[in-house]
């Protein structure tokens, strides 16, 4: 998959999409996204005609690895682990409840966890910057 330009992973992305309940990966990281995408993935099975279409053979090629890289995708992941809440009148974002609890350059990310920012594009782009 690495041969392959981000205009085609998001393409795939799109399908893949269809068959897979994107709202399931509540991971924060790189592999953690990784892993769940390719559970998800695992759970629809082999379908249709078209080898080169089916689940099983876009997992061995490493799409979940390729998804995870490409900056579009993970933004939309990372938008659906962001929670609007009204704390004293004004909107603050949180991680959303389901969320792992994860470790990366000694940073604790957890549910429940506040982020910074005062639209969800800024408390995406936070909490893209502490998962790295």
């Known amino acids: 998959m690495d041969k392959e330009s981000d205009q085609e992973i998001e393409s795939i992305w799109e399908r893949e ?5 994107v709202k399931k990966i509540k991971a924060v990281s790189k592999e953690g996204m990784q892993q769940a995408i390719a559970q998800e993935m695992q759970n629809v099975g082999a379908r249709g005609r078209n080898t080169q279409a089916n689940t099983d053979f876009l997992i061995k090629r490493g799409f979940p690895k390729a998804v995870s890289k490409n900056e579009k995708i993970r933004r939309e ?17 949180q991680v959303a409840k389901g969320t792992p609890t994860v470790y990366i350059d000694g940073k604790q990310i957890r549910a429940g966890q506040f982020l ?17």
């Open 17 to 21: 999409k269809k068959y897979i309940d």
């Open 77 to 93: 992941i990372l938008a659906d682990n962001i929670k609007l809440i009204k704390v004293r009148g004004q909107n603050r974002f």
């Open 116 to 132: 910074a920012g005062k639209s969800e594009e800024e408390a995406i782009k936070s909490l893209e910057k502490k998962a790295g």
